[in-house]
Structure formats: structure tokens, C-alpha cells
């Protein structure tokens, strides 16, 4: 059964950190591009990071670039998004999708996503 987790969100605050989990089953995360969305209420959703089945991080979203880190774990089958000094632009739920492996698929092409996780950035 092909399956894709998210957890780690919550309440965080300006300046704090947050770091979102993506779990894979039935199948290996690293054969594949993994993507994290986010979508905040009345916004569209929108691509935030993207890490190929080589390990090449792609980051989709400049208001994210050094605040961001997207990262794999082999053994735990699990792609994480480390979130540094985030804002209420951040907000939004989070979803991670399997893509394809150079992380150059559309977002309509990304066939299998998670159910989401709510980051809620407040004071």
C-alpha cells in the first residue's frame, strides 16, 4: 500500500523552529523526487521544496532560501523540512507528494500525497 504521512506541525513562534515529517509506505522515498506544498486559507497551494532521488535539493520558493532545509533520512523513510525563524506568511497546511525522481514534474504530476499537516506561526 502506497502511503505518505506528514506530522510535526503546530503552533510555532516567530524566531522559533519547526521541524515537518514526511513517512513513506509501500515504497522507497529516495527512488523518487519528494516535495513539500504548503497552502495557506484563501491562497493557492504552492510548491515550497523539492529533493531528487539523487539527494539535489531544489527550493521552489525564494521567501524560504536559508530559513528552509529539506532533508532525507534512509533508514526511517522519512523527508523532513526544518523551518527556522518562520513568519505568519509560513502558515498553512503542509503536504509532501511523491514526484518524479529529478524533481521536475509538475504539481498536477505528483501522483501520490500525504493528508497534510497545520503550521500555525503566531506571537
Known amino acids: 500500500q502506497l502511503q505518505l504521512v506528514e506530522s510535526g506541525g503546530g503552533l510555532v513562534q516567530p524566531g522559533g523552529s519547526l521541524r515537518l515529517s514526511c513517512t513513506a509506505s509501500g515504497f522507497t522515498l529516495s527512488n523518487y523526487g519528494i516535495g513539500w506544498f504548503r497552502q495557506a486559507p484563501g491562497k493557492e497551494r504552492e510548491a515550497v521544496s523539492c529533493i531528487s532521488s539523487a539527494g539535489v535539493i531544489t527550493n521552489k520558493q525564494t521567501s524560504v532560501k536559508g530559513r528552509f532545509t529539506i532533508s532525507g533520512d534512509i533508514a526511517t523513510n522519512t523527508v523532513y523540512l526544518k523551518m527556522r525563524s518562520p513568519t505568519p506568511e509560513d502558515r498553512g497546511v503542509y503536504y509532501c507528494?511523491?514526484?518524479?525522481?529529478?524533481?521536475?514534474?509538475?504539481?498536477?504530476?505528483?501522483?501520490?500525497w500525504g493528508q497534510g499537516t497545520q503550521v500555525t506561526v503566531s506571537s
Open positions: 507528494a511523491r514526484g518524479g525522481g529529478r524533481c521536475d514534474a509538475s504539481r498536477d504530476d505528483y501522483g501520490y
